[in-house]
C-alpha cells in the first residue's frame, strides 16, 4: 500500500464524487477507502434501498424507478443529499451522486467538488459483476459469486447472515440501468472534465489494484494543487 500514509494527512479534507456505471465498484471502492481514509460516505443507492424498506415517504417514491432500473427524480434525490450533506465537516466521498447533469449543479450550490473519479469498465464484465453480486441483507457488504466469494457459500464474512441478490441484478433491469448510464450519467464526465477535476481510472483487475490507481489519483491530485 505505497500510496495510503502519504494521502492519509490530506485527504480527510477532500470531496470527491465516485463516478462509473452500475457495477464498476464504487461500493467496492467506497467502502475500503471510508475505512482507511476515514471518509464519511454518502451512497443515494444504500440510502434509497434504506428508505425503500422502512417505506417511508421517500422510499415509497423511489421504489419503481429503482426497481426499474430508471433514476429517482432529481429533486428527490437532491434534497436526501442537501439534508446528509448539511453541516458535515471534513472529507466526503459521494458513491452515486451526482447522477445527471441537473444533479451536479445542485450539488455545486452545496459543497465545493475537488475531485470526480470515473471508474472504467466494459460493458460485459459489468453485466457479468452485477449479475453475479450477492449483498448482505443484514450489513449491506458485497461480494461476487466468482471475482469476490464470501468464504462461506450463502453467508456474509462479515456478520454471518444470508446472502441475496438484488432486486435490480436481473440482466433485464442491468441492461436497462447500463443504458440510462449511458443516456444520463455519462455526460457528467464532460461537466467535471470541462472544471478539470475529472480522473479516469481503469476499473478493470483485482479490487486492490485498482484501489492502488484510486489512491494514486488522489497523490497526483495533491500535486497539483
Ligand atoms: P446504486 O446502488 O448507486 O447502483 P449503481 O450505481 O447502479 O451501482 P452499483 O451499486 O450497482 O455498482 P457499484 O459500482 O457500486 O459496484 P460494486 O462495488 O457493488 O443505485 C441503485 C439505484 O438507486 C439506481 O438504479 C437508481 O434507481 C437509484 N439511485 C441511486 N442514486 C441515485 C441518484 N443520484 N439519482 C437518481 N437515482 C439514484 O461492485 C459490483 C460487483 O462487482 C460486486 O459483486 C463486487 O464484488 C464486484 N467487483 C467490484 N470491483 C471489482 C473488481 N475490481 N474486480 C472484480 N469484481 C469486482
Given at each position: 500500500?505505497?500510496?495510503?500514509?502519504?494521502?492519509?494527512?490530506?485527504?480527510?479534507d477532500l470531496k470527491i464524487v465516485l463516478l462509473g456505471p452500475p457495477g464498476s465498484g464504487k461500493g467496492t471502492q467506497t467502502e475500503r477507502l471510508c475505512a482507511e481514509l476515514k471518509f464519511t460516505k454518502i451512497s443515494t443507492g444504500d440510502l434509497l434501498r434504506e428508505a425503500v424498506k422502512q417505506g417511508t415517504p421517500l422510499g415509497i417514491k423511489a421504489k419503481s424507478y429503482m426497481e426499474s432500473g430508471g433514476l429517482v427524480p432529481d429533486q428527490l434525490v437532491g434534497d436526501l443529499i442537501k439534508e446528509k450533506l448539511t453541516g458535515q465537516k471534513g472529507g466526503v466521498l459521494l458513491d452515486g451522486f451526482p447522477r445527471t447533469v441537473e444533479q451536479a449543479k445542485m450539488?455545486?450550490?452545496i459543497i465545493k467538488v475537488d475531485l470526480a473519479i470515473d471508474l472504467e469498465v466494459d460493458e460485459e464484465l459489468l453485466v457479468k459483476r452485477l449479475t453475479e453480486r450477492r449483498v448482505c441483507k443484514s450489513c449491506n457488504s458485497v461480494f461476487h459469486l466468482e471475482f469476490n466469494p464470501p468464504k462461506l457459500a450463502g453467508k456474509c464474512d462479515k456478520c454471518g447472515s444470508d446472502l441475496i441478490q438484488r432486486n435490480d441484478d436481473s440482466e433485464k433491469v442491468v441492461r436497462e440501468r447500463l443504458r440510462v448510464y449511458k443516456e444520463k450519467t455519462l455526460p457528467l464526465t464532460r461537466y467535471y472534465y470541462d472544471k478539470q477535476i475529472l480522473v479516469r481510472i481503469n476499473g478493470q483487475g483485482d479490487i486492490s489494484d485498482v484501489y492502488e490507481r484510486v489512491l494514486k489519483a488522489l497523490k497526483s491530485h495533491k500535486k497539483k494543487n
Open positions: 500500500m505505497i500510496y495510503l500514509s502519504e494521502v492519509r494527512s490530506y485527504a480527510m450539488l455545486d450550490q
